[in-house]
């Protein structure tokens, strides 16, 4: 069992009179109290993403009064953040995430500093920013990043809370290499490799149940609270697994893998993950036409057989005119292959094409030379033919 750990923050020196009133219902908490308090406000989180994991736990540690907030964000709001992504409203639409981020933060409490970061976080900048903090909070939704995130923490010597959600199911931990009592583990010590590439969708391909967010983010937002304090026993050495369809919570032991390298330096993530395996980059390296080709291909009457690789979700909310839905997974079973006519070039397209690259790699290992993929999938077709195409 984790043991409790040292609170991670000293305390400040005082609080003001204005924070006693405002944190009077921590304040009477025995195991929090006035300490507990002074140590929030001393504390530096960085939070990397102001998104579906980001937005509830930002607003939750402001009002917690954590003295300072960075927000890591360069991407802008979109309509369809919304449905999640509480800390942005319908007036945000467009403008960049951090500062909207950082409007509504200090709408719920004026007395935190905010600092914005609007930029990627990459090799080059990770570990000089997460040496500026206490603690990092990881709410991001790709592997690379979460690699990157992992290995900057364990050369900057900083614990980090992360979650990560898909559909109706959550994740949590702690990581901290050098966390006191041999206690120390990270990330690879429980995904030491990334999953093959296109075998987890994210969550824009696969969709998240808005309210998860809140879940998975109240508990990365309770950890921070009790490492910066030093109450009770942290997810460190252990993952949180939630299910919100069947209700419930159940907690896995994660041991320091011995067989685990050591991290000494920052690696290419994007080429570790690999959006795309081997055998879909080659099979689309010279069989992939864009948007405009493919119109071409169909006003000149060429005789090509249009094949969407999504979901029937996906396929009931937009489509291209003339194709036909076959999911991936019936080319990954082998049975559509038979459906394939050979007097017709078949073109496949997903979502953004990594499916249809997917696709195209088995098809292609089949005999069908000729196949083809659309770059960028049914979001760029939209973009840049049927710009009035609801889009997801």
Known sequence: MTTALPPLVEPAA?????????????????????DGQKRLKNAKVLVIGAGGLGSPTLLYLAAAGVGTIGIVEFDVVDESNLQRQIIHGQSDIGRPKAESARDSVLEVNPLVEVRLHEFRLEPENAVELFEQYDLILDGTDNFATRYLVNDAAVLAGKPYVWGSIYRFEGQVSVFWEDAPDGQGLNYRDLYPEPPPPGMVPSCAEGGVLGILCASIASVMGTEAIKLITGIGEPLLGRLMVYDALDMTYRTIKIRKDPSTPKITELIDYEEFCGVLSDEATQAAADSTITPRELREL???????????????????????EGAQLIPKGAFESGEALANLQVDRTPVFYCKTGVRSAEVLAIVKKAGFSDALHVQGGIVAWGNQLEPDMVMY
């Open 14 to 34: 005082e609080l003001t009179r204005e924070e006693v009133q405002r944190y009077s219902r921590h304040l009477i908490i025995p195991d929090l109290g006035l």
């Open 298 to 320: 169909i006003d000149a009457g060429k005789p090509v057989a249009l094949i969407d690789v999504r979901e029937p979700v996906e396929w009931d909310i937009n489509r291209i």
